[in-house]
């Protein structure tokens, strides 16, 4: 059973930072890829970022703002937000790709 956790949200200013965390239970975290989704009130979950063993893919939205990394000696995913928006607004939600492996989600609000 892995369980992954989240934290990092929080209310930030347009313009403003935020950087969440996922730390995941298990002892083979080097070899998932990790994603990071976000959810927008009355929107559809989407893909934001994801990260391999070797590669990082972003939405278009974000590309250019947000960086995914990760720490596997903490098995940790980042995801650093800069240049924030209104419309970056939701919650995220971090996730083992391809698998039902979920974190509960960590609200981002962007105040204009």
């Known amino acids: 059973q892995v369980q992954l956790v989240e934290s990092g949200g929080g209310l930030v200013q347009a313009g403003g930072s935020l950087r969440l965390s996922c730390t995941a239970s298990g002892r083979v975290f080097s070899a998932y890829t990790m994603a990071w989704y976000r959810q927008a009130p009355g929107k559809q979950r989407e893909l934001v970022a994801s990260i391999s063993v070797s590669n990082t893919n972003y939405v278009d939205s974000v590309k250019g703002r947000f960086t995914i990394s990760r720490d596997n000696a903490k098995n940790t995913v980042y995801l650093q937000m800069n240049s924030l928006k209104p419309e970056d607004t939701g919650v995220y939600y971090c996730?083992?790709?391809?698998?039902?492996?979920w974190g509960q989600g960590t609200q981002v609000t962007v105040s204009s």
């Open positions: 996730r083992i790709l391809w698998t039902d492996y």
